[in-house]
């Protein structure tokens, strides 16, 4: 049981460049999130899945898209990489059921746009 | 939405019993109050949740007074590894209906001295 994945785990990219980053959760969770983390910040949530089909924008998704592939999988793109993007970016899962909505969390992707 | 408000850093020795107050006075009436521990290069990790009134589990409590706009994550007897930074969470809704208004604080870094 792997939990939450993510790749790769560090990206450098260059200005305009694209690139996708990978999540994917094996604990048959129906919601995913994507979250970027500053130095000195807190995590900020970009995108969410509350279930297969469905996204959301959280507090910060300008620049970016996403994709709920199926159940499992959840990606994140940069379609032209800007250097405030350079960040360390999470995914994470969660069941949402009747009681709260604990989030597991992926190693994340730390990704320099130069 | 429901923003929260920690203290930035914390300071303890080994042994001593940590208490992290977190402030949310914004809170709403089905928002639960989540506490992730994070520690450098790594995802957060959960470790609390409560509702209202007080939760205990093997590695912390939190103590929520009535009127919910704060609350206080306790480490008993902390030690050398609990050095981390500790995310209050506000938002996670009861029946987990309102992903997108998740709202992670800054973070209160707790380092623990020998």
């Known amino acids: 049981n792997a939990g939450v994945t993510q790749t790769p785990k560090f990206q450098v990219l260059k200005t305009g460049q694209s690139m996708t980053l990978q999540c994917a959760q094996d604990m048959n969770h129906n919601s995913m999130y994507w979250y970027r983390q500053d130095p000195g910040m807190g995590l900020r949530l970009i995108y969410y899945s509350a279930s297969e089909g469905t996204t959301d924008k959280g507090e910060v998704p300008n620049g970016y898209n996403v994709s709920r592939l199926n159940k499992r999988e959840f990606s994140l793109r940069l379609e032209s990489a800007a250097p405030s993007q350079t960040s360390v970016y999470f995914c994470?899962?969660?069941?949402?059921?009747?009681?709260?909505?604990?989030?597991?969390f992926g190693p994340g992707t730390r990704l320099t746009v130069l | 939405l429901a923003k929260t408000t920690q203290p930035i850093s914390m300071d303890s020795y080994e042994g001593q019993e940590v208490n992290i107050t977190c402030s949310h006075n914004?809170?709403?009436?089905?928002?639960?109050i989540t506490w992730y521990q994070q520690f450098p290069s790594q995802g957060p990790r959960f470790i609390i949740q409560g509702y209202k009134t007080k939760v205990t589990n093997e590695v912390a409590s939190l103590f929520i007074p009535a009127d919910r706009k704060s609350s206080t994550l306790s480490l008993p007897r902390v030690s050398l590894s609990d050095t981390a930074v500790y995310y209050c969470?506000?938002?996670?809704?009861?029946?987990?209906?309102?992903?997108?208004?998740?709202?992670f604080g800054k973070g209160t870094k707790l380092s623990v001295k020998p």
């Open positions: 969470l506000v938002g996670a809704s009861f029946y987990g209906g309102s992903q997108g208004n998740l709202i």
């Open positions: 914004n809170i709403a009436t089905n928002d639960y």
């Open positions: 994470a899962s969660s069941f949402t059921g009747s009681v709260g909505n604990e989030q597991f």
